[in-house]
């Protein structure tokens, strides 16, 4: 096992070395086991993947390989570190639309439905409002309380089944950590204006 | 018996839910495949679904979860015919679909 690791080690060391960092970054952004960070600072803004595929792989490759030695060494995923570690852009409409903390309940309505969002029409009895794109990504807003929650657009594996079942997306468009509970979910709200 | 709250742990879905009766009692049982998590929602007194959009995905979402632990209201005492004033789980799901869920045990077990 621990030849084996030594193994994959030397072989990321020679990916790096050797120019195919890009193929190599590929293969980790299509990684759900992994955590990584993206280069956008702001992923609704900057947008995450750049015409080309990334450029910058060597920041991911070095916070990939310290992700996963903290893993071997058995790195407490409940550690607030991981999750910086782990701030990895959404994918889907979702993403990409900017920061709708703070703003009223007209504009919110206004920019969905520019960024191509259609609603259910059916407050459900909580008064979750569910906002859906056709690429199948979500954006539920709750006129009660303010709350916002996105979910990124589902991939399917081989079999047709989804494969990133319920991720949801902060404001700035990066994937909220899986591993972490509701009550830390970064907070993007809806004035209500009382 | 645990007094754990659902919103203490990270369950955005569930692979599958069930609804069943066994043992003269009405259960709920959620199953969290990636997470190893089995919640176990037992002596139900009142179950209430509704379901908002067409289902386009293969797993029960779970957007938001409220669960509190306490004693009914005068209200739900009455709506929901209670005859005790105990302590009791009341639990909403929202996702695709809503659930309302009152019941008396709450059990999360870790299965890995």
């Not at chain 1, 903390?101 to 920019?111: L, P, V």
């Not at chain 2, 199953?31 to 386009?56: A, Q, V, W």
């Amino acid at each position: 096992m621990f030849k084996l690791v030594k193994a994959v080690e030397y072989l990321t060391l020679f990916l790096i070395t050797f120019g195919h960092t890009e193929i190599f970054a590929k293969s980790l952004i299509q990684s759900d086991s992994v955590p990584i960070l993206a280069n956008a600072k702001n992923c609704n803004k900057s947008k995450a993947k750049p015409p080309g595929g990334y450029s910058s792989v060597d920041t991911i490759n070095v916070l990939y390989l310290e992700s996963w030695r903290n893993n071997r060494t058995g790195f407490n995923n409940n550690d607030t570190r991981n999750a910086q570690a782990s701030r990895d852009c959404g994918e889907g409409a979702s993403a990409k639309v900017p920061n709708l903390n703070g703003k009223s309940r007209n504009e919110i309505t206004q920019i969905l439905t520019k960024y191509g969002f259609k609603s259910n029409n059916k407050p459900s009895p909580a008064g979750w409002e569910t906002f859906k794109h056709d690429d199948k990504s979500k954006i539920d807003i709750n006129w009660g309380d303010g709350r916002i929650i996105r979910t990124e657009k589902p991939f399917y594996g081989p079999d047709r089944r989804i494969i990133n079942k319920g991720q949801r997306i902060d404001r700035d468009g990066y994937k909220i950590p899986r591993n972490i509970d509701h009550k830390y979910h970064s907070k993007e709200s809806v004035d209500l204006g009382d | 018996m645990s007094n754990r709250l659902i919103t203490e742990i990270p369950l955005i879905y569930a692979d599958s839910l069930e609804f069943k009766y066994w043992n003269k009692d009405f259960i709920c049982i959620l199953l969290n495949n990636e997470f190893n998590l089995r919640i176990e929602l037992k002596g139900i007194i009142s179950f209430h679904f509704i379901k908002h959009l067409d289902l386009d995905c293969d797993y029960v979402d779970i957007v938001d979860v409220i669960h509190q632990y306490r004693l009914p209201t005068p209200n739900e005492i009455e709506s929901l015919n209670l005859d005790s004033k105990v302590n009791l789980h009341f639990i909403t799901l929202h996702g695709e679909s809503d659930f309302f869920i009152v019941c008396s045990i709450v059990e999360i077990l870790n299965l890995a």
